[in-house]
T-cell receptor
Framework: QQQVKQSPQSLIVQKGGISIINCAYE??????FPWYQQFPGKGPALLIA?????SEKKEGRFTISFNKSAKQFSLHIMDSQPGDSATYFC?????????FGTGTRLQVFP | GAVVSQHPSWVICKSGTSVKIECRSL??????MFWYRQFPKQSLMLMAT?????????EQGVEKDKFLINHASLTLSTLTVTSAHPEDSSFYIC????????????FGDGTRLSIL
């Protein structure tokens, strides 16, 4: 069964702190693992993505850590800011279909 | 900037009306586009895959006659909600893989559909 499990469901972080969101998958045939950021009333915006043959990818304050053997990957947001408050979705791509995680609502307080 | 444009962003109409939503890829051609539905505080649910020049592929449980998809050109896909009813009220979002195939998809800004 194709599924991506995401945790936590919600996360509260103080400004300047590190936000960590975790995902786990079952299907080993996934080609790509993107993360999306969604603000209320907007479509998801592609944040960062990683291939399964790479263990880590960093773009600015956002880092994906990928553990292929454990079938897990995570998003780390360094120096979290109030403007990062949004819902984050992990996803996995099989052929051309996106399988989404259930989402994490992040709130960053000043 | 945006690479996938969706229009309209918000539509309110009476029950029984048909509503058309457009999805355009702005600076690339997309042989495949995707349509999602999202309920409040939930994840995105894939409704169908729009294929340029051929029939759309619908996910299990999605009514083909209710949600008509047309992908007439390499930059435009449309979703028509036919004879819409209040239970069709939702947030509809389209996407396309900018670099094709297994590359991550880029999403439009969604259409909030409210049926009275």
């Amino acid at each position: 069964q194709q599924q991506v499990k995401q945790s936590p469901q919600s996360l509260i972080v103080q400004k300047g702190g590190i936000s960590i969101i975790n995902c786990a998958y079952e299907n080993t045939a996934f080609d790509y693992f993107p993360w999306y950021q969604q603000f209320p009333g907007k479509g998801p915006a592609l944040l960062i993505a990683i291939r399964p043959d790479v263990s880590e990818k960093k773009e600015g304050r956002f880092t994906i850590s990928f553990n292929k053997s454990a079938k897990q990957f995570s998003l780390h947001i360094m120096d979290s800011q109030p403007g990062d408050s949004a819902t984050y979705f992990c996803a996995a791509i099989n052929t051309d279909k996106l399988i989404f995680g259930t989402g994490t609502r992040l709130q960053v307080f000043p | 900037g945006a690479v996938v444009s969706q229009h309209p962003s918000w539509v309110i109409c009476k029950s029984g009306t048909s509503v058309k939503i457009e999805c355009r890829s702005l600076d690339f051609q997309a042989t495949t586009m995707f349509w999602y539905r999202q309920f409040p505080k939930q994840s995105l649910m894939l409704m169908a895959t729009s294929n340029e020049g051929s029939k759309a592929t619908y996910e299990q449980g999605v009514e083909k006659d209710k949600f008509l998809i047309n992908h007439a050109s390499l930059t435009l896909s449309t979703l028509t909600v036919t004879s819409a009813h209040p239970e069709d009220s939702s947030f509809y979002i389209c996407s396309a893989p900018r670099f094709g195939g297994t590359q991550p998809q880029h999403f439009g800004d969604g259409t909030r559909l409210s049926i009275l």
